[in-house]
């Protein structure tokens, strides 16, 4: 231990000692780990990680699929993007309000159901006017997705009625960034296109939505009026939600019963889809010319910004692999260079009688305490934790602490 603490201490005096040297090898290490560890912890969150909900596995998101373009009573009856899936099938996974009505019948393979839609709004609040955005939700979003508040309370099935006072849940991102973490946003009024709503609660920290890539500002209750300049859709006069059966702009997502498998799931829901699709664009279409249902696991979110990003997050993660092997080479072959300017250096410390295995501990010591260092550079660029943290009074460092931790809390 005696000989290990003797050799690290020779080591930081060599390091020092040719400062430039070792200046550039943390330097490239330091940034060679900080480049992959942005990268992969980048496409973790996005390609692999699951939703912070209860049971993930369970979920299910609901899409129809065609061959061909639908015939012109459906396609006028759909609004929203049409994909294409790897078949080549066309596909879309908006849904109307009764479709949604009639899934949430069907206990027999469901154990729930939940609809969303994306908002874009101005916000009002303290004077200040910001666009935010934020999402339709229908009343069983949270409690089928199992999130607690971290303050006040969630949407539930009753804020949809239209007697109901307008309220809506806003992130912990949004509370951080307009509140402040102010305990007393709870209850405070903000104008979401000039119609006033109340803060019921906040979301918890980390949870986002459903959509990968998405930070939604707000959840506001899906009514069977919403506020056309909240959800974007203009309805025909006279309409609502539960009577607008033409109206294909939700998200559906379902809960699939333990021990009910996709398969099952698809069969018992084709039969309501195909009725509903007859119902909306009239009984003189056949069946078999009408889009089919299909659905797709839900536990990692919507596929749209993870299919998107794949190819580039894998060419990337592994150029910086490339990245990183360039400059452990580098390093090696400085390391290497210096090993050979101490050749003097050694052979006198083993003319005098040192081992050649300690030596050889001495070198690794100082080829550690470098890639420590360069782990440190890493780990400070990722914390945000600045250099003057280090020459700072206790009361500053825990200060700087505090904020860094604040400000990378997601």
């Given at each position: 231990m005696f000989a290990v603490a003797e050799d690290l201490k020779l080591g930081f005096r060599k390091i020092y000692k040719n400062i430039k040297l070792s200046v550039v090898v943390i330097l490239s290490l330091g940034i060679g780990i900080g480049a992959n560890s942005a990268v992969f912890s980048l496409a973790e969150a996005i390609l692999f990680k699951s939703l912070p909900v209860v049971h993930p596995e369970q979920l299910l998101i609901l899409h129809w699929v065609s061959k061909d373009t639908p015939s012109r009573e459906i396609a006028i009856s759909m609004s929203g993007r049409v994909d294409h899936d790897n078949a080549g099938r066309l596909t879309m996974s908006a849904f109307s309000y009764p479709f949604f009505k009639a899934l949430r019948e069907q206990n027999d393979v469901l154990s729930g159901a939940l609809a969303f839609a994306p908002a874009h709004a101005t916000v009002i609040f303290d004077g200040r006017v910001e666009l935010a955005a934020g999402e339709l939700v229908s009343g069983s979003y949270f409690s089928e997705l199992g999130v607690r508040p971290l303050a006040g309370r969630l949407l539930v099935e009753s804020d949809a009625n239209a007697d109901s006072a307008r309220v809506l849940v806003i992130s912990s991102n949004y509370w951080v960034r307009e509140f402040g973490r102010s305990p007393s946003a709870v209850g405070?009024?903000?104008?979401?296109?000039?119609?006033?709503?109340?803060?019921?609660?906040?979301?918890?920290?980390?949870?986002?939505?459903?959509?990968?890539?998405?930070?939604?500002?707000?959840?506001?209750p899906l009514t069977e009026a919403p506020d056309a300049e909240v959800s974007g859709i203009q309805f025909p006069r006279g309409q609502s939600l539960s009577n607008s059966p033409g109206m294909w702009w939700l998200q559906t997502i379902v809960r699939?019963?333990?021990?009910?498998?996709?398969?099952?799931?698809?069969?018992?829901?084709?039969?309501?889809?195909?009725?509903?699709?007859?119902?909306?664009?009239?009984?003189?279409?056949?069946?078999?010319?009408?889009?089919?249902?299909?659905?797709?696991?839900?536990?990692?979110?919507?596929?749209?910004?993870?299919?998107?990003?794949?190819?580039?997050?894998?060419?990337?993660?592994?150029?910086?692999?490339?990245?990183?092997?360039?400059?452990?080479?580098?390093?090696?072959?400085?390391?290497?260079?210096?090993?050979?300017?101490?050749?003097?250096?050694?052979?006198?410390?083993?003319?005098?009688?040192?081992?050649?295995?300690?030596?050889?501990?001495?070198?690794?010591?100082?080829?550690?305490?470098?890639?420590?260092?360069?782990?440190?550079?890493?780990?400070?660029?990722?914390?945000?934790?600045?250099?003057?943290?280090?020459?700072s009074s206790p009361r500053d460092k825990r200060r700087l602490t505090w904020k860094c931790i604040s400000v990378r809390q997601p």
């Open positions: 405070k009024v903000i104008n979401i296109d000039k119609v006033p709503y109340t803060i019921a609660g906040i979301a918890p920290a980390g949870f986002h939505g459903i959509q990968t890539g998405q930070v939604p500002d707000f959840w506001l699939a019963k333990p021990g009910v498998s996709a398969e099952q799931v698809t069969n018992e829901l084709e039969r309501v889809y195909i009725q509903h699709l007859l119902s909306a664009a009239g009984a003189s279409l056949k069946a078999e010319n009408l889009p089919r249902i299909s659905v797709s696991s839900g536990a990692r979110g919507l596929e749209t910004l993870r299919q998107r990003l794949a190819v580039p997050l894998r060419l990337l993660a592994v150029g910086m692999v490339l990245v990183l092997l360039a400059a452990c080479f580098n390093v090696a072959v400085l390391l290497l260079a210096r090993s050979t300017a101490r050749g003097r250096e050694i052979g006198v410390r083993l003319a005098l009688g040192a081992s050649r295995q300690r030596v050889i501990s001495q070198l690794m010591n100082e080829t550690i305490s470098l890639t420590v260092m360069g782990g440190l550079l890493e780990l400070l660029s990722v914390t945000g934790l600045p250099i003057s943290f280090f020459f």
